[in-house]
């Protein structure tokens, strides 16, 4: 028990236990929440994500990596500043998991936003942002109707001087769809260039190691969230630094998340101290 209250970084076991149970308690209450069909189903899927905003996935993992606080890679994250507004829209399942890298592009980028759908202060702040005049705001969404990044630069240099804003969807492809309605219908969205070189550089995503795709991604086109931002980044700013920079803490992200399943590192971006440590 000493080595989980060490890695959870909690004082001794009576704070463990007294946040586990107030966590049970919160949880049963949503339980009740969700059962009431007196309450519309906007203000459940509300107040359920108050309770993940709250304690994630687990009950002691850090609030913006979302690893427990023992392998917390925040400190460690390199910073990257790309012109481009980057805001990270992330479906309640995917919330506080410990393999997502949504939370690694809000680590990373200052000025960038994560929000959860389904919380009505982040709904409200994502239609806040689709029709803020300031900046060329389009999802990143790979569809038929979606634009080429090309193409946004030319609609950004005629509207707004340049200035654009990417909406990324965070979620599996099946919740992704659900959340497209969402958005109002004449939201510009964008999509990676087939040849992308940082989608075409390897046949697996990066986070494949603690996250499975089906078919390879040249194929399916299938990569994590960071991984689209990152070439959607280089394709609008050519900036190769940026790219590079996301896609080290991506390699991060992974081994400490597989660290913290208990399995070997894969990219060798942990020490041996950091290893000892945990």
């Given at each position: 028990?000493?080595?989980?209250?060490?890695?959870?970084?909690?004082?001794?076991?009576?704070?463990?236990?007294?946040?586990?149970?107030?966590?049970?308690?919160?949880?049963?209450?949503?339980?009740?929440?969700?059962?009431?069909?007196?309450?519309?189903?906007?203000?459940?899927?509300?107040?359920?994500?108050?309770?993940?905003?709250?304690?994630?996935?687990?009950?002691?993992?850090?609030?913006?990596?979302?690893?427990?606080?023992?392998?917390?890679?925040?400190?460690?994250?390199?910073?990257?500043?790309?012109?481009?507004?980057?805001?990270?829209?992330?479906?309640?399942?995917?919330?506080?998991?410990?393999?997502?890298?949504?939370?690694?592009?809000?680590?990373?980028?200052?000025?960038s936003e994560i929000l959860i759908k389904?919380?009505?202060?982040?709904?409200?702040?994502?239609?806040?942002?689709?029709?803020?005049?300031?900046?060329?705001t389009a999802i990143l969404w790979p569809?038929?109707?979606?634009?080429?990044?090309?193409?946004?630069?030319?609609?950004?240099?005629?509207?707004?001087?340049?200035?654009?804003?990417?909406?990324?969807?965070?979620?599996?492809?099946?919740?992704?769809?659900?959340?497209?309605?969402?958005?109002?219908?004449?939201?510009?969205?964008?999509?990676?260039?087939?040849?992308?070189?940082?989608?075409?550089?390897?046949?697996?995503?990066?986070?494949?190691?603690?996250?499975?795709?089906?078919?390879?991604?040249?194929?399916?086109?299938?990569?994590?969230?960071?991984?689209?931002?990152?070439?959607?980044?280089?394709?609008?700013?050519?900036?190769?630094?940026?790219?590079?920079?996301?896609?080290?803490?991506?390699?991060?992200?992974?081994?400490?998340?597989?660290?913290?399943?208990?399995?070997?590192?894969?990219?060798?971006?942990?020490?041996?101290?950091?290893?000892?440590?945990?």
């Amino acid at each position: 028990m000493s080595r989980v209250l060490a890695m959870n970084k909690v004082g001794s076991q009576d704070e463990y236990n007294a946040k586990s149970d107030q966590r049970a308690a919160e949880r049963e209450e949503i339980a009740r929440v969700l059962a009431d069909r007196s309450i519309d189903g906007e203000e459940k899927m509300h107040q359920y994500c108050q309770y993940l905003m709250k304690y994630s996935k687990s009950l002691f993992t850090c609030p913006n990596c979302w690893l427990l606080p023992g392998l917390c890679i925040c400190e460690r994250v390199q910073r990257c500043e790309p012109r481009t507004k980057v805001v990270v829209h992330v479906h309640h399942k995917e919330w506080g998991k410990s393999s997502n890298t949504g939370s690694i592009a809000a680590l990373s980028i200052p000025g960038s936003e994560i929000l959860i759908k389904g919380y009505k202060p982040h709904d409200a702040r994502v239609h806040e942002m689709i029709e803020d005049q300031s900046h060329t705001t389009a999802i990143l969404w790979p569809g038929a109707d979606s634009i080429s990044c090309s193409e946004l630069k030319q609609i950004a240099d005629e509207r707004t001087k340049g200035r654009i804003a990417v909406i990324a969807v965070d979620a599996t492809w099946n919740n992704a769809m659900r959340m497209r309605s969402f958005y109002p219908d004449d939201t510009l969205q964008v999509k990676l260039a087939p040849d992308s070189p940082l989608i075409i550089a390897q046949r697996t995503s990066l986070l494949s190691p603690v996250r499975k795709y089906r078919g390879d991604k040249v194929k399916t086109g299938r990569v994590s969230t960071l991984e689209a931002i990152a070439a959607l980044l280089y394709e609008l700013e050519g900036d190769e630094e940026v790219a590079d920079t996301l896609l080290d803490n991506l390699r991060m992200k992974v081994d400490a998340c597989r660290v913290q399943r208990n399995k070997p590192s894969v990219y060798g971006t942990l020490s041996e101290e950091d290893l000892i440590q945990y």
